[in-house]
Every structure is written in structure tokens, then in C-alpha cells.
């Protein structure tokens, strides 16, 4: 029995406002298909779902003003928002939206937050450096939000600098599939590889996925965004290898490691995350790389001039529709999770 919001509310920022109209596209679908199967579970309220009629903007000083221009009082609020580029902006829309509901009487207010900014800023890695991924989230859950719902965390201890419910959803799931379908008559010839040993669990889940061994890249970085390969652990000779990240910023490391893996004899290198962040010399890192496919999720939506033919989207729409659903009708979500 639903015990919170009467109906059901999805709001966007300017962040990524194409993935929120999918998501309710996909929404839409699944609750036709839930009220056929189980009526019980009060999934009916829901009532007429769409992408909620707000306008987000910003006064000639900068500053940011939110107007809503449908009533929320009692509703379950959702509002999809990455945390990206231009970062500060993003985060200031999702916290003052956030407010705005609360002021406005929501029932309860849920965070969709695609991708995390200041997730890689999750320790102190030196002398008087900022914890920024446990600021965002005091600022998150002070400015009224009762849930989050999230993927792919840089760091996943990050959940618990929240002190309300995260849910932590993986991309893996969604990439693996692709690379299945894409070399199922070569599949002995792949080799899943990770950039570094932070990111071998990730790496270990894709290859299970893909029922294919793991190799590892050993690299030491002098200075943010610069890294260099030392060594390779495992077998890539003559093999076709996907190297598999959670985001992928200048390119840097992913480039370098793509040309380690090929003058190592490796036979093809592929690429996937879940977060495109591409920000500097990325895109022209990735265009004149030995990288044959990057494959992306639309976590952060890519403007035009970073869509190139090597850059392949997949959407996470129907992942995340599944998992608002399922927080609006108080069904677990850890079944997404595996």
C-alpha cells in the first residue's frame, strides 16, 4: 500500500532535460504493464504521468530562479538533475528545486541525480584538503530531499556521507549486453581490462557479464589528469580488449592506456563508462586515439560537438524508470543493483 505522495510528480533542471522526457516515456510504459500485473500494490495512483511544467533559469546577475507552474502538495516528487558541467550551476537548480517543492508542500521529494559531481573529491588525499563529495551531500539533504537515487558513484562509500536512503545503481548491467551481442561469434578472443586497481571490481563484474578474463593496467599518477602505464597485468596478446571505467574526463588516462595495451600486443582496444564527462582535449584525444568504439551511457547529455562516429550512446531511461517505480510503489530496488 503506498503510505506517501497521492500521485506522482517528475520535474528537470537544464542538465539533462532529453533523459527526463525518456524516462517518463519509459515510466508511461511500465506502469500500463504494472497495473495489468498487480493491481494491488496501489501503483494506480500514479494517475496520468508527465514531465512536470517548471521553467528553470537565471537572473541577468546569475543568479538562479526557479517557477513551478503546477501544484505538488501531497505529491511523490522526482527531479532528474546531473551534477555536471557546468557543475556549480547544476548543483544550485537541483538544490533550489529542491527547496522550492519543499516549501511547496510535497509529500516527499527524491533526487535523481544520473551522475554525482564532486564524487571524486570523496577523501582527503593530502594536508587541509576538502571532503566536496560529503559537502554536496549535507547540501542535498539540508535543502529538503528525502531520497537519492543515483549511479555509478565514483566512490561508492559515498552513500553513506548521506544520512537518507541512496540508492546506487550500476551501469555495468546496462554496457555489458551491448559487447555481448556485438562480439558473440568472438567472444574467446576478449579480454576485459581495468585502467587501475580502483576500478577491478567494476571490471570483474563486466567480465562475469560477458563470462571473459580481466587483465589490469598498473599506472602511478604524478598529478590530476596524468597518468602513466607501468605495467600490464594479464594476458591481452592478439586479444580484442574493453577497457571499462566508471567516467571519463580528459581522455588522458583511457588514451594512454588504450596506446599501452596496443604497442603490448593487444589486437583491437574498445572503451565504455557510464559517465561521459569529456571535458578539455577529450573528444580530440578520443578522435585520434587507437580506440576503435567508445561506449557511453547518457548519464551527462553530449552536446553536438562531442558527438563523434567513434562515440557510441546507450540509454539508461528504462533503468531509471524501473527504479522510480519501484521507490513510488515501496518495492525493493536492490534487484536492480545486480
Do not use: W
Not at 533542471?13 to 493491481?39: C, F, H, M, R, W
Not at 594479464?234 to 599501452?260: E, F, N, P, Q, W
Amino acid at each position: 500500500m503506498i503510505t506517501h505522495g497521492k500521485d506522482i510528480k517528475i520535474f528537470t533542471g537544464n542538465s539533462n532535460p532529453k533523459l527526463a522526457a525518456d524516462i517518463v516515456e519509459a515510466l508511461k510504459q511500465k506502469v500500463s504493464e504494472y497495473k495489468i500485473t498487480d493491481l494491488a500494490s496501489g501503483v494506480t495512483m500514479m494517475g496520468e504521468i508527465s514531465l512536470g511544467k517548471n521553467e528553470v533559469g537565471c537572473f541577468s546577475d546569475g543568479e538562479i530562479f526557479v517557477n513551478n507552474y503546477e501544484t505538488v502538495r501531497g505529491s511523490d516528487v522526482f527531479i532528474v538533475q546531473s551534477t555536471c558541467d557546468p557543475v556549480n550551476n547544476n548543483l544550485m537548480e537541483l538544490l533550489i528545486m529542491i527547496d522550492a517543492f519543499k516549501r511547496a508542500s510535497a509529500g516527499r521529494i527524491t533526487a535523481v541525480i544520473p551522475y554525482y559531481g564532486y564524487a571524486r573529491q570523496d577523501r582527503k588525499a593530502k594536508a587541509r584538503d576538502p571532503i566536496s563529495a560529503k559537502l554536496v551531500a549535507d547540501l542535498i539533504a539540508t535543502a529538503g530531499a528525502d531520497r537519492v537515487l543515483t549511479m555509478d558513484l565514483h566512490a561508492p562509500q559515498i552513500q553513506g556521507f548521506f544520512n537518507i536512503p541512496v540508492d546506487h545503481l550500476l551501469g555495468v548491467p546496462r554496457l555489458y549486453p551491448y559487447y555481448k551481442e556485438k562480439f558473440a561469434d568472438s567472444m574467446e578472443d576478449v579480454v576485459v581490462v581495468s585502467p587501475d586497481f580502483g576500478s577491478v571490481t567494476r571490471a570483474r563484474n563486466f567480465a562475469r557479464g560477458l563470462e571473459a578474463p580481466i587483465a589490469i593496467i598498473d599506472k602511478r599518477r604524478p598529478k590530476p589528469n596524468v597518468s602513466e602505464v607501468m605495467n600490464i597485468i594479464g594476458d591481452i596478446k592478439d586479444k580484442k580488449v574493453i577497457l571499462v571505467d566508471d567516467m571519463i574526463d580528459t581522455a588522458g588516462t583511457l588514451v594512454h592506456g588504450a596506446s599501452a595495451l596496443i604497442e603490448r600486443g593487444a589486437k583491437e582496444v574498445y572503451a565504455c563508462c557510464t559517465h561521459p564527462v569529456l571535458s578539455g582535449p577529450a573528444i580530440e584525444r578520443i578522435q585520434n586515439s587507437v580506440i576503435k568504439e567508445l561506449v557511453v551511457l547518457d548519464t551527462i547529455a553530449l552536446p553536438k560537438e562531442k558527438q563523434i562516429d567513434k562515440i557510441k550512446v546507450l540509454s539508461v531511461a528504462d533503468l531509471f524508470a524501473e527504479a522510480i517505480k519501484r521507490i513510488y510503489a515501496d518495492i525493493s530496488v536492490s534487484p536492480l543493483f545486480l
